[in-house]
């Protein structure tokens, strides 16, 4: 059984440049979250999506936008990059039904912005 | 808003040791749940325990265990009989299930010592 899965695992662009980072939630698993990692601090929530539809938006700007497709994967873009978007972007997937509160993550896709 | 605060930024520990590692948090919702993760320098978030708000019983997962405290809101985590492969970041978390955000502390690194 795969666990959650993120696509690229390190990357680099430049100011100005726009980025997509991809994920695939974990089997059987509905919602998919996303969260930036700056170094040495803790995940702060960017978004969730749920039914391809976003649920619920954590306080980053407009150039933070994402998408659910009907298999449950999900992409985060980011338009605009600035050098303060380098982090970790963390994905996490979960069951809407579930009664544990539980998120699986995944390795997490490494964005340096030159 | 919900807050956790880790307030130990770093700890040591020798091998076979115990240690602990405070959390509090603060809300206002009588259900919810309670982690603490573990991210290791591979970067991917491993749970490592999980409360829920509504059981009085403090979790236990082999050398892992928590001391709840509702009432305080403080969530801490024992590890015991510490090894070297504990070496890695710990986060407490928060959330009320899977349809909401997780909310993080700011960590705490572990270091095992021999």
């Known amino acids: 059984d795969a666990g959650v899965t993120q696509s690229p695992t390190h990357l680099i662009k430049t100011r100005g440049q726009q980025v997509t980072l991809r994920c695939s939630p974990k089997?059987?698993?509905?919602?998919v979250s996303w969260y930036q990692q700056a170094l040495g601090q803790g995940p702060q929530f960017i978004f969730q999506?749920?039914?391809?539809?976003?649920?619920q938006r954590g306080n980053f700007p407009d150039r933070f936008s994402g998408h659910q497709f009907p298999n449950y994967s999900s992409e985060l873009n980011v338009n605009a990059l600035l050098l303060g978007d380098s982090a970790l972007y963390l994905c996490?997937?979960?069951?809407?039904?579930?009664?544990?509160?539980?998120?699986?993550f995944g390795e997490g896709s490494r964005l340096t912005v030159l | 808003a919900q807050t956790v605060t880790q307030s130990q930024p770093e700890m040591s520990v020798q091998e076979a040791e115990t240690v602990t590692l405070s959390c509090t948090y603060d809300?206002?919702?009588?259900?919810?749940?309670l982690f603490w993760y573990k991210q290791p320098p591979s970067r991917q978030m491993i749970l490592v325990i999980r409360?829920?708000?509504?059981?009085?019983q403090n979790a236990t997962e082999n050398r892992f265990s928590v001391n709840f405290q509702k009432a305080a809101k403080s969530f801490s985590l024992k590890i015991s009989d510490s090894q070297l492969g504990d070496t890695a970041m710990y986060f407490c978390?928060?959330?009320?299930?899977?349809?909401?955000?997780?909310?993080f502390g700011t960590g705490t690194r572990l270091q095992v010592t021999l």
């Open positions: 996490a997937s979960s069951f809407r039904g579930s009664y544990t509160g539980e998120l699986f």
């Open positions: 089997s059987g698993h509905d919602t």
């Open positions: 999506y749920y039914e391809e539809e976003e649920r």
């Open positions: 809300t206002s919702e009588s259900n919810y749940y």
């Open positions: 409360q829920e708000a509504y059981k009085q």
């Open positions: 978390a928060y959330n009320t299930g899977t349809a909401s955000k997780l909310t």
